[in-house]
């Protein structure tokens, strides 16, 4: 928990009354066009413990044009986030994140490394937590299946680094609110435990160095930043470790089954890239087909991960291409900085060499998914919907349209659009809307 500060406490009335309070003393800057779509929250992991109120909150102070919210398995961010959103007129969107076994890729390593066949993916655009009962069901089994996965490899680890142990319910669960916790967790956790269980640093690093293989003057951030969080998970939670278990078919469901899902609550299935360096990444093109074939229409990049400033090398070439496929086929792009790690940036630098020519893409796919959250949720009126499929010819068609209603509408038009809002107008009725709404 950070105790710290009141908009990420773990009560939600005490999040609830801090934003308020900031949001009225605040001076906000008029929004840029830069846009950070992707940040996971304190409901999975974010590295400044934000909760979706304090990060709708900094988006706002940072001028951004849309937030967005992703986290693990959960879409416990939902309603606040939305409430947050509307309070400070933020645009916005929230997604989910998993990973997915993809058959036809079973003996290709996609985007989860050393694991064949395992893709993180994604859906976004969710409006509601109000969802049918067999997506309701998928979901509490994404759920389920991340906290037995967690506590299985907690017994694992726990074996290979006593006598150091976690109890989890002691030492985890009061790290995450609503007790979703990500391996990010449990690796704080066990940072935080040594640090406790041996006072003195001394101590601390020669324990950490005999269990980790790693020579004690050369652990960095003791005793529970970064640097050492991080080895933690990657000598024991990441292959080779020994809490890791190598997944397989079984392990996790399948893409065309979490795309159900996600199409079934009405957001839009999204397919997840890292740097295009696997085989699986390589081709690129058959794994979108794959993807699309079951209804992914939205492709989310990491734009930190895929280039060095300054150096212009083969991932940047790899984002280049994966950007143009993407607007070849005329799939929204959404890209976020994640702050799931310590260090990650808040918002990507969009004025960069590299990513200046790209950051109008991920605008426009921004203000896509900001108008198809507003219209979702407002009227059944989303990018997906039955009346979208009536309305447009073409996909280029569909896409001007959200891309334009995301330029000129923002949250505080809600009360107004929604009393004139109905599916039985047209595209351009809709926009003419939008525009009086905006202007009154």
């Given at each position: 928990m950070n105790s710290e500060d009141p908009c990420s406490h773990f009560d939600s009335n005490v999040r609830a009354e801090a934003l308020r309070k900031e949001a009225a003393e605040s001076d906000f800057p008029p929004p840029t066009t830069w846009v950070n779509a992707h940040a996971h929250t304190f409901y999975s992991f974010n590295y400044k413990g934000y909760s979706p109120s304090r990060f709708?909150?900094?988006?706002?102070?940072?001028?951004?044009?849309?937030?967005?919210?992703?986290?693990?398995?959960?879409?416990?961010?939902?309603?606040?986030?939305?409430?947050?959103s509307r309070l400070l007129d933020l645009k916005a969107c929230v997604g989910i994140e998993s990973r997915v076994f993809v058959p036809e890729f079973s003996d290709r390593v996609i985007n989860s490394p050393g694991e064949p066949g395992i893709s993180y993916h994604m859906g976004t655009g969710f409006t509601t937590t109000d969802i049918?009962?067999?997506?309701?069901?998928?979901?509490?089994?994404?759920?389920?299946?991340?906290?037995?996965?967690?506590?299985?490899?907690?017994?694992?680890?726990?074996?290979?680094?006593?006598?150091?142990?976690?109890?989890?319910e002691q030492d985890v669960m009061p790290l995450v609110p609503k007790g979703n916790a990500t391996e990010r967790h449990l690796?704080?956790?066990?940072?935080?435990?040594?640090?406790?269980?041996?006072?003195?640093?001394?101590?601390?690093r020669n324990f950490w160095s005999e269990k980790l293989g790693v020579a004690a003057e050369d652990l960095k951030d003791v005793p529970d930043g970064r640097g050492m969080t991080d080895l933690i998970?990657?000598?024991?939670?990441?292959?080779?470790?020994?809490?890791?278990?190598?997944?397989?078919?079984?392990s996790?469901?399948?893409?065309?089954?979490?795309?159900?899902?996600?199409?079934?609550?009405?957001?839009?299935?999204?397919?997840?890239?890292?740097?295009?360096?696997?085989?699986?990444?390589?081709?690129?093109?058959?794994?979108?087909?794959?993807?699309?074939?079951?209804?992914?229409?939205?492709?989310?990049?990491?734009?930190?991960?895929?280039?060095?400033?300054?150096?212009?090398?083969?991932?940047?070439?790899?984002?280049?291409?994966?950007?143009e496929i993407c607007k070849d086929l005329n799939m929204p792009l959404l890209g976020g900085t994640e702050m799931n790690s310590p260090?990650?940036?808040?918002?990507?630098?969009?004025?960069?060499?590299?990513?200046?020519?790209?950051?109008?893409?991920?605008?426009?796919?921004?203000?896509?998914?900001?108008?198809?959250?507003?219209l979702q949720r407002l009227a059944g009126m989303g990018y997906l919907s039955p009346w979208a499929e009536n309305q447009f010819a073409s996909v280029s068609a569909k896409n001007e349209f959200y891309t334009r209603f995301g330029e000129i509408f923002s949250p505080r038009g809600d009360e107004a659009l929604q009393n004139d809002l109905s599916d039985s107008l047209g595209s351009g009725e809709v926009i003419s809307l939008a525009e009086r709404v905006m202007t009154a």
């Open positions: 709708a909150l900094e988006a706002k102070r940072a001028g951004l044009e849309m937030g967005g919210i992703v986290d693990f398995d959960v879409l416990d961010g939902l309603d606040e986030f939305w409430q947050a049918p009962t067999e997506a309701q069901t998928f979901l509490d089994g994404m759920r389920q299946t991340s906290e037995q996965r967690n506590r299985a490899m907690v017994e694992r680890v726990n074996a290979f680094l006593s006598p150091l142990e976690l109890n989890y690796c704080l956790a066990y940072a935080r435990k040594a640090a406790s269980q041996y006072s003195e640093e001394s101590a601390l998970r990657a000598k024991t939670m990441k292959q080779g470790g020994a809490g890791y278990v190598q997944p397989d078919s079984g996790f469901p399948k893409m065309a089954e979490m795309n159900e899902f996600v199409l079934q609550c009405g957001a839009l299935p999204t397919m997840t890239w890292l740097d295009g360096c696997s085989a699986g990444e390589e081709a690129i093109e058959e794994l979108l087909e794959v993807a699309r074939s079951t209804g992914v229409a939205v492709f989310n990049i990491i734009p930190d991960r895929n280039y060095t400033p300054g150096t212009k090398d083969q991932k940047l070439a790899n984002l280049q291409k994966v950007v260090g990650q940036k808040f918002v990507d630098d969009f004025d960069s060499e590299e990513l200046k020519p790209i950051h109008p893409y991920f605008l426009e796919g921004s203000r896509i998914l900001h108008a198809h959250s507003t």
